[in-house]
C-alpha cells in the first residue's frame, strides 16, 4: 500500500524558513520521480519542485534561488527546504509520486507576520 507522509509545515514569518519531509512506503522509492505541489485558495495546484531518481531538479520560478528538493533514498524520503519564504508562499504544501500517480495528504504552511 503506497502511502506518502508529510510533516514540517507551520506558522512562519516573513523572511523565514522551513523543511518539509515526505516519508514515503509501498513504493520503489530510489526510482521514482518526486514532487512537491501547492496548493493556496481559490487557486490551482502548481508544481513547486521535482526530482527524479537520480538527482536531477526542477523548480517554479517562483521559488528559484529560494527552495531546495533533495532526497534521502536511504530514508524513502524527499525534502523541500524553503527560505526566504514571502506571504505569497502560503498554501497546503503536498508530496507526489510521479510513477504511481499518488499523492500525500499535504501540509499546511502560512507565512504571515
Known amino acids: 500500500q503506497v502511502q506518502l507522509v508529510e510533516s514540517g509545515g507551520g506558522l512562519v514569518q516573513p523572511g523565514g524558513s522551513l523543511r518539509l519531509s515526505c516519508a514515503a512506503s509501498?513504493?520503489?522509492?530510489?526510482?521514482?520521480?518526486m514532487g512537491w505541489y501547492r496548493q493556496a485558495p481559490g487557486k490551482q495546484r502548481e508544481l513547486v519542485a521535482a526530482?527524479?531518481?537520480?538527482?536531477?531538479?526542477n523548480y517554479a520560478d517562483s521559488v528559484k534561488g529560494r527552495f531546495t528538493i533533495s532526497r534521502d533514498n536511504a530514508k524513502n524520503t524527499v525534502y523541500l527546504q524553503m527560505n526566504s519564504l514571502k506571504p505569497e508562499d502560503t498554501a497546503v504544501y503536498l508530496c507526489?509520486?510521479?510513477?504511481?500517480?499518488?499523492w500525500g495528504q499535504g501540509t499546511q504552511v502560512t507565512v504571515s507576520s
Open positions: 507526489y509520486s510521479f510513477i504511481y500517480d499518488y
Open positions: 509501498g513504493i520503489l522509492f530510489s526510482i521514482n520521480h
Open positions: 526530482i527524479t531518481g537520480g538527482g536531477v531538479t
